[in-house]
């Protein structure tokens, strides 16, 4: 019972930020490993750095969509022990590569779809390479993804 009324207060808070419109100013913000902690130190704020946002050249939001592509603002994001090793210049397992320094830190995540564009969405195009599987996807859609490819 107490799972149930924590899923569904979860559930109302990710369709009350799905349907917030962005604001004025919005731009594309990435997280971006500025270094590795050393062994035994914790992950902390200054292994990251934010870039964009700012409306100066480092924003993202310019940048034009190829066909087939959409654009999300992330909702939710997993941030567990499994992505601890990848902070590491070497994993230690062979299922996982690790981050790189100066490139995005990704994990599973749920946000909704923000910009639509081409082949596979539906503001035109056609079925994403004539797949008939493949999704369509429109602004407003909530998506996920379940593994390792969410950026931040």
């Known amino acids: 019972r107490h799972l149930a009324r924590a899923t569904a ?17 919005d731009s594309v913000r990435e997280i971006r490993l500025a270094r590795r902690p050393v062994p035994g130190e914790a992950v902390a704020a200054e292994h990251f750095t934010l870039v964009g946002g700012g409306g100066g050249g ?4 310019a940048a034009a969509l190829p066909p087939g592509h959409v654009r999300c603002r992330t909702l939710l994001l997993s941030v567990d022990p499994f992505l601890r090793c ?10 996982t590569a690790p981050y790189e320094v100066g490139g995005l830190i990704s994990s599973a995540g749920i946000g ?37 490819s969410w950026p931040w």
């Open 9 to 25: 207060a979860s559930a109302r808070r990710l369709a009350s930020a799905a349907s917030a419109a962005p604001g004025p100013g």
């Open 58 to 61: 480092d924003d993202a939001a």
């Open 112 to 148: 909704v779809v923000e910009e639509a564009v081409g082949e596979g969405t539906a503001d035109g195009g056609g079925g994403g390479g004539g797949d008939s599987a493949t999704p369509r996807l429109r602004v407003g859609d909530v998506v996920m993804d379940p593994f390792d």
């Open 86 to 95: 990848r902070f590491n210049e070497d994993t230690g397992v062979d299922y």
